[in-house]
Structure formats: structure tokens, C-alpha cells
């Protein structure tokens, strides 16, 4: 009987626990699906997207092709990203979850730190060799990092910066799942060097304790975005 009680417990623990763990990600469907369409209904937005009548929804709203395409990563960073996500699929609307495809360069092609504010992200490696990441919060900002290879999987948790570098001499390419329709993206040095308009360079220069002409060559640099 005790043994019982103890399973019963342990079991309730992991579905409160899941529970969690499904609250933090997008709000569940109401219906069985929830086509997205681009109409604001005279500047009235909703947190997510309006819906197309559902007997008018058909098979190209669930479908997207091109993802065995790789992509060209002769760029500054060395990487590209191709989303899938709500805007790709209409019918990702929400569902709460989204899929990505990186490609990244021979030796040092890099997706740069950044954070999906609205999302966990699983990453399985298909092809190369690749070191990961991820910064814990404060104020311990402690580095977790492993070295992946293909059909290695990591996860990085929602909100928390983290990056992929390729250090093999060959392409990689990854795949990621986010627990997002929009989980979106903010990369570090391009947010903080590169807004708009620029923050003011006093502020960056105590933030870094960086000279400030070293703060304002960073800020006239082109930042590239991989997204």
C-alpha cells in the first residue's frame, strides 16, 4: 500500500511538474485548429494572429517544403537560420510549438549568443561537429557547454543566452524545435551595438567598462543578422 502511495505521489509530481512546464510556453488551442491570417480587423491586434474560418483551412495551411535545402552561410557570422514557424505555417497558430534549420560554415561558422524570449529550443545535430552553450541567470552566470556530434541533442531553456560554434573542419547542420509559434530572437551584439536608434554610448562605455571610442566603433559596425 505504501509503495502505491509513493508511485501516486511520484506520478502526480511529474504531471504538476509538466504542468509547469506547458504553462510557460504558448496558450493551448480551444478549438482543433486556428489557421492564422494577416488581418489586424482595422487596427484591433490579439496576442497571437486572427483565424481563418475553419472550413475554408486546406492542406497548404499545415505544410512547408525546402528544409533538405541547405542554405548559404558566406556571411559574417558564418551561420543561417530558416524558421518555421507561424509565419511559414499559418496553421503553427496556436499550437505553441515551431521548428528551425541552422546551417553553419566549416571551422567557425557560429550562431551568435541570443535568447528566444518566448521559447525552450532542442537542438539535435544531423551533420558535423559543434560546442554549445548557455548562460545561467544571475547572478551565478554560469557557462554550460558541451561539445555535440550528429544525433546528439541539447537543450536550451527558455529566456537564457546561449550560442552554437562549429569546430569541425567540415559544414554542420542542426535542427531545433521551439516551444513557440513565435518564439523570437534577440542576438546580443546586434541588440545592444546595433539598435535603433544606437543607446546612448555612456551608458554602454560604464555598462563594459569599455573605453567609450571602443564603444562607438562598435556601435558604427554592420551587425549581421543570420536569421
Not at 511529474?14 to 489557421?35: E, H, R, T
Not at 521559447?119 to 541567470?137: D, K, P, R
Not at 541588440?191 to 556601435?219: C, E, H, M, R, W
Amino acid at each position: 500500500m505504501m509503495k502505491r502511495l509513493q508511485l501516486f505521489v511520484a506520478a502526480f509530481a511529474i504531471l504538476a511538474s509538466s504542468s509547469l512546464l506547458a504553462s510557460a510556453s504558448d496558450p493551448s488551442p480551444l478549438q482543433d485548429f486556428c489557421v492564422a491570417i494577416n488581418d489586424t480587423k482595422n487596427g484591433v491586434f490579439v496576442n497571437g494572429k486572427f483565424c481563418k474560418d475553419p472550413k475554408l483551412a486546406n492542406a497548404k495551411d499545415f505544410f512547408y517544403s525546402g528544409l533538405n535545402i541547405p542554405r548559404n552561410t558566406s556571411n559574417p557570422v558564418g551561420s543561417t537560420v530558416t524558421p518555421v514557424n507561424v509565419a511559414q505555417i499559418p496553421r503553427l497558430n496556436t499550437l505553441g510549438i515551431s521548428l528551425v534549420r541552422i546551417d553553419y560554415a566549416p571551422y567557425g561558422g557560429l550562431n551568435p549568443p541570443h535568447m528566444h524570449p518566448r521559447a525552450t529550443e532542442i537542438l539535435v545535430v544531423l551533420e558535423g561537429t559543434l560546442y554549445v552553450g548557455f548562460v545561467t541567470s544571475n547572478t551565478d552566470n554560469r557557462l554550460i557547454t558541451k561539445v555535440l556530434n550528429p544525433g546528439d541533442v541539447f537543450v536550451f531553456p527558455v529566456g537564457l543566452i546561449h550560442f552554437q560554434f562549429n569546430i569541425g573542419n567540415t559544414k554542420a547542420v542542426a535542427f531545433a524545435g521551439l516551444s513557440s509559434q513565435n518564439p523570437g530572437v534577440i542576438t546580443i551584439a546586434n541588440a545592444v551595438f546595433g539598435s535603433n536608434p544606437p543607446i546612448n554610448p555612456d551608458v554602454l562605455t560604464k555598462a563594459f567598462q569599455l573605453d567609450k571610442n571602443i564603444v562607438t566603433y562598435l556601435q558604427s559596425k554592420f551587425w549581421w543578422d543570420n536569421n
